[in-house]
T-cell receptor
Framework: NAGVTQTPKFQVLKTGQSMTLQCAQD?????MSWYRQDPGMGLRLIHY???????DQGEVPNGYNVSRSTTEDFPLRLLSAAPSQTSVYFC?????????????FGPGTRLLVL | GEDVEQSLFLSVREGDSSVINCTYT??????LYWYKQEPGAGLQLLTY?????DMKQDQRLTVLLNKKDKHLSLRIADTQTGDSAIYFC???????????FGKGTSLLVTP
């Protein structure tokens, strides 16, 4: 198993540009989520999904869209990038999202918005 | 969400024990977690403890939970330079799905 994969690893955007951060898992996990990590802020939840066709907002959803058309993929879209979205983005998955389950994290995407 | 608090930095000598502390505020959390993040990498689950336990040991790792004080600690015995990383304490959020993370403790192990 490849686990949780994320692409790209690095990205530089100009303010106002759009892009999609890709996340895929091959463990047949129902639960997937996106976090952003900022210095001194820990990880904050952006959006999550408990299964194909179901998404919900986390703590900091503004400026981001998600969809879950398949179990394997959970892309994160930035429609109009802003410098405040400069961050490291992590995708995570677990079997069903239940308490006590191991959440597996991808290696992260480092995004710089100029 | 509820706040999870950790000290930001800890420095120890190789071979010594490290103790990383965490306080949480959500008394309904049923699981509490410790994650490790090495430079440039994602988070890796180290261990977790169920809220009805007060101690869990896993090789060099010992987790202590004081539910009354909402205090969680991670002890690493015989700390090695490879243990240098950021350690995150986390609890389940009210929804049960997401994790609330602390800001992380940077552990530096010196020879």
């Amino acid at each position: 198993n490849a686990g949780v994969t994320q692409t790209p690893k690095f990205q530089v955007l100009k303010t106002g540009q759009s892009m999609t951060l890709q996340c895929a898992q091959d463990m047949n996990h129902e639960y997937m989520s996106w976090y952003r990590q900022d210095p001194g802020m820990g990880l904050r939840l952006i959006h999550y999904s408990v299964g194909a066709g179901i998404t919900d907002q986390g703590e900091v959803p503004n400026g981001y869209n998600v969809s879950r058309s398949t179990t394997e993929d959970f892309p994160l879209r930035l429609l109009s990038a802003a410098p405040s979205q400069t961050s490291v983005y992590f995708c995570a998955s677990s079997l069903s999202g239940g308490q006590g389950e191991t959440q597996y994290f991808g290696p992260g995407t480092r995004l710089l918005v100029l | 969400g509820e706040d999870v608090e950790q000290s930001l930095f800890l420095s120890v000598r190789e071979g010594d024990s490290s103790v990383i502390n965490c306080t949480y505020t959500d008394s309904s959390s049923t699981y509490l977690y410790w994650y490790k993040q090495e430079p440039g990498a994602g988070l890796q689950l180290l261990t977790y403890i169920f809220s009805n336990m007060d101690m869990k040991q896993d090789q060099r790792l010992t987790v202590l939970l004081n539910k009354k004080d909402k205090h969680l600690s991670l002890r690493i015995a015989d700390t090695q330079t490879g243990d240098s990383a950021i350690y995150f304490c986390a609890e389940n959020s009210n929804s049960g799905y997401a994790l609330n993370f602390g800001k992380g403790t940077s552990l530096l192990v010196t020879p």
